[in-house]
């Protein structure tokens, strides 16, 4: 541990504070990564719980590989939850959580160590495990290893790190390679006595400072004799001095280490015993030898493994071609003959014999495979590896652009989907590359080449007779225009391919039929009931034959029109979204959407920071949401909204700024929020000029939204712009011809600042039931009856809607609960009543800044007209709000008595 003991002793401090932790461990190959977790180990009580699992190098790891490799030999896990963890019929989720539930059996309220090694091999279902692990409570230490070098934006790691940095504190351990001085004194502490200086020069030099190659290195030296080094030459590299470790092997012992390298990190027994065609006895005789020489470790029960993977790596370089490749055939013909064999082994054994029909085969196999269990990103490398050999094979095609598509990687499934397309030999092929391509080009906001691909299939259309291609090609068409926003023209689409699918029994493409038919009646108002009909019974039938993304897409599209009746009915729809999602590795929907629709329920409940934590956390899981053109929009929007809700505004301004990169924007969404922002700050000057930029981009936006403008006309109320201007914003924001609770609540806030309390009262009460509007949004219309009320001496009425606005509001926050707060005072419901309120309340400076803002005058004018700060100005104006118990600044100069 030379060089490494302030590492240590922070990992020590972790495992002993009985917190849950996560430390993550990285470093080059050699450099004592492994080293440092096996010396903390040796550090923790006997009551602590171990768990260390590898990931596979070389090779596609099956899912949940680290888990299943921490877990090997352990008897307290039984046959029941290991079948649970590998049953390809359960959905992600509920593997997931059967992993969680075999680590939470294993650990119960024990301390715990559990390391992930080798993240950078790791399987997306072992990251995945990762990250929720670091989510348990629990005296706990999570461990993960990695080389910086070997990820890339392909791996399951590449967001992992990122995403538990943001949402826990994780501690960055960076091994470095030792400096000359830490060289010197691990050759002294290895060899019990000072070490020269020039022969420490001489193996730092030649090592880097790399620990792993200056142990190999003294290990090659005749008993650690440092004086040697200046006379004989040393290893000229690692691979050297590692391999010179079997060069004394006997014949047979270097034939097993040889066939050992071919196999794979975890070599089982009885494989080894079959490959190399050795008995028993003498198998077992050998391993010992190994073992006993540090070359191979035993790592389970019947299993070994390398001492270290450069150990391997250097042992294979040295085997020629044909040796590896009748290795590899050896091992193949007992995976084959064994049956049921994993494709993604059989295609690297394949691979590695030159056997390339029988890897192409498992490829294709394997693929198929991985996308029906919903492990995208194993499915893409699988169907990658088979495309190294037979690049124009549309089936290894079409399974890498739909595997790319599902994990998000854009790029890579335009990529594929377009070659897929160029190279179908098929009309069936090529109407399926087509209406993948639609949906990829409309994700990536590539719309000239969304009309383009829409072009060519209705001339194919043309071409084909009626059957199953013109009816794939048709709902192709139906998805374009839909996704367009061309309602009508989806509906004839989809109809026409419904009735080929009817004619000709298709039922798959009756089913993708029935999801855009469904989807384009559920965005008509008038026959919205019978399109979210079609897709309620169209997610039963489509989970049945196992089509997850379509029931996943019809399940989302019932979610974001008019939410289910009852919160229950909404949540459960919810994660059954999500579980269709995860069976088919749909990630923009497993992610971003279901956080969206967690928060849309926590807002339903009434609970701003459940809805906040939600959107936050999605925004931190979504790797994609940049580039996903409507979802990133609305995300951000969604998100901005909130912390306008919650008074939480340098988040906000951080969020516009954000909002603002993305291209295609809606027109009006980052001078509304501007808008919306400036006047949460007391910014007048701002908020004129943002609204100018509102109203220009209001022409664009060919519709007018209530809550949008609830949400905007309550932030002029409480800068205080004066009446014309609030006549001005209501002409602006509500359509002439849309009536609706949100447009209600709006007249009878206008009705209320021109001083008509008579008929805001009532349009006020005409929707204090209204469960259209959320309840935030309720307390606000019972708050206003209150002012109503009580500017009118109703004290008694006035209480009871103060009363059903708070509990409404009970789990809000922000502006909302404030003017609560201030009406609460004045009816003396709270102990700040028991003090002065109303305009005898005020101090002298208070009157003098209530007479100014009576005249108009912003924050900034206020703080330059009395030579105090924008802030002290902000200050007491909120003071005076609050003690003259006024919902916005429009009504200071009536409660001071100021015509």
């Known amino acids: 541990m030379i060089g490494r003991e302030s590492e240590l002793r922070r990992l020590a401090r972790l495992a002993s504070a009985r917190e849950p932790a996560v430390a993550v461990i990285a470093g080059e190959p050699g450099i004592g990564k492994t080293r440092l977790v096996h010396e903390l180990l040796g550090t923790l009580p006997d009551t602590t719980v171990v768990l260390v699992g590898h990931a596979e190098p070389g090779s596609l790891s099956r899912p949940y590989e680290v888990l299943l490799d921490a877990i090997d030999g352990r008897p307290e896990v039984g046959e029941e939850e290991l079948a649970a963890l590998a049953d390809a019929s359960r959905s992600p989720v509920e593997r997931l959580h059967t992993g969680l539930a075999i680590l939470n059996d294993l650990i119960g309220d024990a301390p715990a160590v559990i390391v992930f090694e080798d993240l950078h091999w790791a399987d997306s279902e072992s990251a995945a495990l990762f990250e929720r692990i670091a989510d348990q409570r629990g005296p706990r230490l999570l461990i993960g290893t990695y080389r910086p070098d070997e990820v890339t934006r392909r791996q399951p790691i590449a967001g992992l790190l990122a995403r538990t940095e943001r949402r826990h504190t994780v501690i960055h351990v960076r091994l470095e390679r030792l400096t000359p001085s830490q060289t010197a004194a691990l050759l002294a502490a290895a060899t019990g006595a000072p070490a020269p200086l020039r022969a420490a020069t001489a ?53 097993i280490v040889e066939a050992a390298t071919v196999l794979g990190h975890r070599i089982p027994f009885d494989l080894l015993a079959e490959v190399t065609g050795t008995g028993e006895d003498e198998l077992i005789a050998v391993l010992r030898d190994l073992v006993t020489g540090g070359v191979l470790v035993e790592a389970g029960e019947d299993e070994f493994t390398f001492r270290h993977a450069l150990v391997r790596e250097a042992i294979g370089d040295q085997m020629l071609g044909r040796q590896r490749r009748r290795l590899h055939e050896a091992a193949l013909d007992v995976l084959l003959r064994a049956g049921g064999s994993d494709p993604a082994m059989v295609a690297h054994h394949a691979q590695g014999a030159g056997r390339y029909d029988d890897m192409v085969d498992a490829a294709r196999r394997g693929t198929a495979l991985y996308l029906s269990i919903g492990s995208a990103y194993q499915a893409l490398q699988l169907a990658e590896t088979g495309l190294d050999e037979v690049p124009d094979d549309t089936d290894l095609l ?21 070659r897929w397309r160029d190279r179908a030999d098929s009309t069936t092929d090529r109407a399926e590359s087509l209406y993948l391509l639609i949906r990829l080009a409309w994700e990536s906001r590539e719309f000239g080449e969304m009309s383009a691909l829409t072009h060519d299939i209705e001339t194919m259309i043309a071409q084909l007779p009626p059957g199953a291609d013109q009816a794939r090609a048709m709902t192709a068409i139906a998805q374009s225009v839909y996704l367009r926003d061309e309602l009508d023209a989806a509906v ?26 469904g989807s384009a009646l559920s965005e008509d108002r008038q026959r919205a009931a019978e399109g979210r009909a079609i897709l309620t019974g169209l997610v039963d039938e489509a989970e049945k034959t196992g089509e ?108 516009v700024a954000d909002l603002a990169t993305v291209p295609n924007n809606p027109s009006t969404l980052v001078p509304g929020l501007t808008f919306h922002l400036a006047c949460r700050r007391g910014d007048r000057p701002g ?59 709006v007249d009878a806030q206008l009705a209320e600042a021109h ?43 006035a209480t009871v809607h103060v009363e059903a606005a708070a509990g409404l509001l009970a789990r809000w926050g922000g502006w909302r609960v404030a003017q ?15 003090a002065v309120t109303g305009p005898a309340a005020l101090t002298p400076r208070e009157r003098e800044v209530a007479m100014l803002i009576s005249d108009g005058l912003t924050n900034t004018e206020l703080a330059r007209r009395l030579y105090i700060s924008p802030k002290t100005a902000a200050v007491h104006v909120s003071n005076i709000l609050r003690k003259l118990g006024a919902a916005s600044r429009t009504e200071v100069a009536g409660l001071i008595g100021r015509p």
């Not at 979204?577 to 956080?595: I, Q």
């Not at 008509?756 to 006020?764: P, Q, V």
């Open 203 to 255: 193996l730092h030099h030649r090592t880097g400072g790399n620990p792993f190659f200056l142990e190999e290195l003294l290990r090659a030296l005749p008993n650690y004799d440092l004086e040697e080094l200046v006379d004989q030459p040393l290893p000229w590299s690692l691979a050297d001095v590692l391999r010179r470790q079997v060069d004394d092997l006997d014949p047979v012992s270097h034939r």
């Open 398 to 418: 079409a399974g890498a652009a739909r595997a790319a598509w599902l994990a998000g990687l854009l790029d890579d499934a335009l990529r594929y989907g377009r």
């Open 492 to 517: 004839l689409w989809a109809d026409r391919a419904l009735d080929l699918a009817a004619e000709f029994d298709l039922p798959a493409i009756r089913l993708a039929a029935l999801l855009e038919k």
């Open 548 to 655: 997850w993304v379509l029931a996943a897409r019809a399940l989302n599209t019932l979610l974001s029109g008019e939410p289910p009746a009852s919160p229950a009915e909404h949540a459960e729809t919810l994660e059954r979204m999500r579980v269709d999602a995860e069976r088919a590795g749909f990630e923009s929907l497993s992610v971003a959407t279901y956080f969206q629709g967690r928060a849309r329920l926590a807002v339903r409940a009434g609970d701003l920071r459940a809805a906040l934590d939600a959107l936050e956390e999605g925004r931190e899981q979504d790797r994609n949401y940049r580039r996903r053109g409507r979802w990133a929009d609305y995300f951000g929007l969604f998100l901005a909204g909130l912390c306008l809700e919650a008074g939480k505004l340098d988040r906000v301004e951080q969020l």
């Open 687 to 745: 908020a004129e000029k943002a609204w100018a930029e509102f109203v220009a981009a209001l022409d664009e936006q060919m519709w007018r939204s209530g809550e949008q403008a609830h949400d905007l006309f309550s932030a002029a109320l409480e800068i205080g712009f004066p009446l014309p201007a609030l006549d001005e914003f209501h002409r602006e924001l509500l359509a002439a011809d849309v009536w609706d609770a949100h447009r209600t609540l």
């Open 755 to 797: 001083g008509r309390h008579a008929e805001a009262l009532t349009g006020y009460r005409s929707i204090t039931e209204a469960n259209v509007l959320a309840p935030a949004v309720r307390g606000t219309v019972h708050i206003g009856a209150a002012r109503c009320l009580l500017a009118t001496g109703r004290q008694a009425e």
């Open 820 to 834: 609560l707060d201030r009406l609460r005072a004045l009816l003396g419901l709270t102990p700040e009543s028991s």
